[in-house]
């Protein structure tokens, strides 16, 4: 064996020394965090859900398919163990009509103090006003995404929510009468009167949740979700988390990150009168007159308007920020 090679053993000892012997401390690895699971929003039962409540004809206030449509929502929400409250109330419309509304209450753990809430409107609207055809507008819509759409994902949620138990309190809020205003008229509050009565009647005396998340006119091809000024101005850190969770889904093409104006919603009044922080998800296509999607307020706004795909990027991303709630990861 040469000098020169004898050393070698020696040189690799010290490289080896000096390897383990760096001036920086070790660092702790980082606790990984325990993963959460997510159930799979079922985009078809999704969609049954919408279809099923087109299929009583137009939820208009105070009418028959109102009445069947209320007693169908109610036996969902306890077939999926939910405990539901009915919300009566009166409230007069800008036409004079008293319209008789109930808020359908579905509540999951409703002693667990923490809470989220989700919510969209089960009525539809009572004219078509914005339909193309004069002759049509004074004819109540059906409303597959202007109503339903929101109400379908919310009965998927429920159904996942009793098969994936979780020890979060979550109240889903079906707000009626939200879409008897008046739409050249001034007064915003001729909307949402179903928010308005509950923001002003909470189902139980102080009643909080952490956030809420309303759902309207989710189900159409190609719905773009923008950050809306109402809820960008009451819950902006909800707003972008939601956003930014979505868009790491791979749900950019619907949700987003385009600042729209002030819109009146049920949100509005949640935020405002009962001053739960409130974000709305709703589609606002670029390139309508109305803002809206081109079927909104006419005879149009039927299931051919509803896509799957769009019902799945909202329910699923919703599905995620519940349970990532209930881990301490949102
Ligand atoms: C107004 O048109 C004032 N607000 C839109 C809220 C709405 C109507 N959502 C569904 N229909
Ligand atoms: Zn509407």
Not at 241 to 254: C, E, I, P, R, T
Request: net charge negative.
């Amino acid at each position: 064996m040469s000098h020169y090679l004898r050393f070698i053993p020696v040189l690799l000892l010290g490289l080896v020394f000096l390897a383990g012997c760096g001036n920086e401390p070790t660092p702790e690895p980082p606790k990984p965090k325990p993963e959460v699971k997510v159930p799979r929003f079922d985009r078809d039962s999704a969609y049954n859900y919408v279809s099923r409540q087109v299929a009583f004809g137009p939820r208009v206030v105070n009418s028959d398919a109102h009445k069947q449509a209320r007693a169908w929502l109610v036996d969902q929400f306890k077939g999926f163990g939910a405990t539901v409250i009915e919300q009566d109330f009166q409230a007069e419309a800008y036409t004079g009509t008293v319209l008789n509304g109930t808020n359908i209450i579905a509540q999951y753990q409703p002693n667990n103090p923490k809470r989220i809430l989700l919510a969209a409107h089960w009525d539809s609207r009572h004219i078509a006003d914005y339909d193309p055809d004069e002759n049509k507008r004074d004819q109540p819509i059906l409303g597959a995404d202007d109503g339903a759409s929101g109400v379908g994902v919310l009965l998927e949620i429920a159904r996942q929510l009793q098969a994936n138990p979780i020890d979060l309190g979550v109240d889903i809020i079906l707000f009626d009468a939200e879409d008897y205003g008046e739409s050249k008229g001034e007064d915003y509050t001729t909307w949402c009167l179903g928010s308005q009565h509950w923001a002003n009647n909470l189902h139980r005396s102080s009643y909080r949740a952490e956030f809420g998340i309303l759902l309207d006119m989710v189900g159409a091809k190609n719905a773009r979700f923008t950050l809306d000024e109402t809820s960008m101005s009451f819950a902006p850190t909800i707003m972008n988390k939601v956003w930014k969770l979505a868009q790491d889904m791979g749900y950019s093409n619907y949700f987003v990150s385009e600042k729209t104006g002030i819109l009146i919603d049920d949100h509005l009044f949640v935020n405002r009168i009962a001053r739960i922080p409130m974000i709305d998800i709703i589609n606002r296509p670029l390139e309508s007159e109305t803002g809206f999607g081109h079927y909104w307020h006419t005879q149009g706004d039927d299931m051919s308007v509803i896509d799957r795909r769009t019902l799945r990027a909202v329910g699923q991303t919703v599905l995620a920020v519940i349970y990532r709630l209930n881990n301490g990861q949102f």
